[in-house]
């Protein structure tokens, strides 16, 4: 794959000191792959006047398009502008449009007077062709030296995204012959990574040069990505359906969705696809399942609301599970599951209904029910169905993988059985 | 600072197209710091044998203990393992011990066959020290070349977690002298970025050479991390501490917690200090707060439920709502949410509730109620205090942002209300 190439550089101390979860890598080479440009490389450095001249001048060496973002802010730890303005050469001047929008966001928006730090943001090196920001205070910036660009970005996401959506991934285009890099992604479930391999192995090898597939677990669920490049469009086009299409048949006992989504959306789709609604009725994920199912635009068409049961006080009062059965069972057992789904359903007046209990832990097991155990139900109106599983990673996981696979077992249910 | 340094190879075509982000990097950076290592560069790579190749020769110019992530699973595009033999030296010999455990995970846990796939997994090169993996089929291995040790773990983050902790973590202070490298970090909420590095500022200039400061802001609140590095651990505490609490006397008012902790763990610790609970009724968030309040374990002690009222009928059903107010006001408007958060507490029968009705967007704005507006309101047994917001982000971050918001003012209300 000879694709035009590009060098992601993230600058910023809690990067190394692993402060924050860098985010920003991600949507920036989705946002590039879209548009023809492989990013080949990604580099985090910290806010060090060495480090980062190091990482700059090498840049040149590994790609003609170099993105950065960070270490743009008012305060003193940001030191990213006066190192670019040593490297590229020149000096720091006012950037005038860039002083009267920060002018007007202090005056018109935060009503606050405007201090000397705030002024400072739009002071820029005279060898850059400035980005305006009207995102925030700190403006892009793009360089050119040895046949190369150099963006750089505020490291806060929605500035970052506004400045790569407005200025950047308009102009590349233009600047650049970009062939089509395209990708396509397979949702499965309940088969393991190895042996979905011996499933697709025939189609696998087979693959032409510029294919390429890739194998992304994910705690009982494996995404298939296949990739393509083409100086073409057309062609890449044609050759990813192709092959595509062939995967597809290949696992189709376990496919979940054919695109690049989550199981939630897979479920929200197949709600609303046939006007249904859902309800949860959540003890140990606490309420994601509802954040999930709540977490795209729309969600109100398919989801109603939940009742989180995290005391057994509330599974009796709120989804009348009896003080007998919650005694003579417990509260992580098929029959508080059972009522839970469907008192919820009943409820919120609901086509369908999840219902979880479980141990998420990592305190709270017993011999009998190890942390990990987790009973999950779904209902329909003359339906409901019921499974324990048992987990094995830590809390958050725990409670990711029981949220996942409830959300499976409704689809399943829907799909197995067509009204 | 002249710490033992560190860096962190990353591999995966997902990480360059952006399709997974990479959290094993922030969470490996921060373990290495509290042993007194300093990462000074990220680097992630595809899977291709050219750039690992590369990245493992320039390596050893950048730090001397690099560690590796990914590129180990049994799928044909799992190619590290190979490139690191032709790399550092000698032939793929079978790993008997990793061998019998596998074999034991496919018959005790897994009871599936063992395919010939699964078996290669226990192939390491000649070279290499194995790191046993109990967590999973994929070893870790230790190469040294040049006075630099290069560890190799897979990127499933269970396994290198458990990696790091039973050999890398431990094994590493006895190879190399290392310093102290220490943070500490204030949370504050209530002030921007600029306007409270005036008010540090007279702290700050003062610093001396070995501590730096960095801020950290994050939709309306702003961490504050010093950090200090001295070859002595007890000297680099004494002066962490002695900078530390003169910073926390200049940003006293704004101040949410004294170490590094969202504000929601910050909320769950003060309920629990009091023996108090707490319940919430959620409209815009859909489970989001209720999600994060029982993300710890432990939170039993102070959550005990939630409304998720996503729809209006679940509002008055659920929460009593009168429809002659969600028609006079709307849903997303002051009595709305106080009727909410008075019903949810008393049903929950807890000390304290938050709750909030909003719009998220990007659709479902109004003139009057444009995308972003927010009610929210928290109550305890004599007191129901609300307040309108007006949010700019996207959906994912309206979401967020109010639930910080709306737990801060939970927060708020205990401590400015101590019983």
């Avoid at 080479?29 to 492989?38: D, K």
């Avoid at 600047?175 to 890099?181: I, M, N």
Wanted: aromatic content about 6%; overall charge negative; proline content about 5%.
């Amino acid at each position: 794959m000879t694709e035009v190439k590009a060098l992601i550089i993230t600058i910023g101390d809690e990067l190394l000191i692993g402060q924050v979860i860098d985010t920003n890598s991600a949507w920036i080479a989705q946002q590039l792959n879209q548009i023809g440009i492989a990013v080949v490389e990604r580099r985090s450095v910290g806010d060090s006047r060495e480090q980062i001249l190091a990482v700059l001048k090498e840049a040149e060496t590994i790609a003609p398009i170099v993105l950065i973002t960070g270490g743009l802010g008012p305060t003193a730890d940001d030191i990213t502008k006066p190192v670019m303005c040593e490297y590229f050469g020149g000096s720091m001047v006012m950037h005038e449009p860039t002083l009267a929008h920060i002018t007007r966001i202090f005056e018109e928006i935060l009503k606050k007077p405007m201090i000397e730090r705030n002024r400072q943001q739009a002071l820029v090196p005279s060898s850059c062709t400035v980005l305006m920001n009207e995102k925030g205070t700190a403006p892009g910036m793009m360089f050119e030296k040895n046949n190369t660009i150099y963006i750089s970005m505020p490291g806060v996401p929605t500035e970052m995204k506004w400045l790569m959506q407005q200025h950047v991934l308009p102009m590349l285009p233009k600047k650049y012959e970009l062939g089509a890099f395209l990708h396509k992604t397979l949702l499965t479930a309940g088969i393991g990574e190895s042996f979905l391999a011996e499933e697709i192995e025939s189609v696998e090898t087979a693959l032409p040069n510029n294919c390429k597939l890739a194998y992304l677990p994910n705690y009982g669920m494996v995404r298939l990505r296949l990739s393509v490049y083409d100086k073409n469009h057309a062609a890449a086009e044609s050759l990813l359906n192709n092959w595509f299409n062939k995967l597809k048949t290949a696992v189709m006992p376990y496919l979940v969705a054919d695109e690049d989504i989550p199981i939630y959306i897979a479920l929200t789709r197949l709600l609303q696809s046939k006007n249904a609604t859902v309800s949860t009725a959540e003890s140990c994920t606490g309420g994601y399942m509802a954040h999930l199912l709540t977490s795209q635009p729309g969600s109100s068409a398919s989801f109603k609301g939940s009742i989180i049961a995290y005391d057994n006080e509330v599974k009796h009062s709120e989804l009348g599970v009896s003080y007998e059965v919650l005694q003579e069972h417990g509260a992580v057992s098929q029959p508080v599951v059972e009522q839970m789904a469907k008192a919820v359903r009943e409820k919120m007046k609901t086509t369908y209904s999840i219902a979880v209990s479980g141990i998420m832990g990592p305190d709270g097991g017993t011999e009998e029910k190890p942390v990990g155990t987790v009973w999950m139900a779904v209902a329909s109106e003359n339906k409901c169905v019921s499974k324990k599983v048992q987990l094995r990673y830590n809390r958050q996981l725990n409670i990711e993988a029981t949220a996942n696979q409830a959300i499976h077992m409704l689809q399943r249910l829907i799909v197995d059985n067509p009204s």
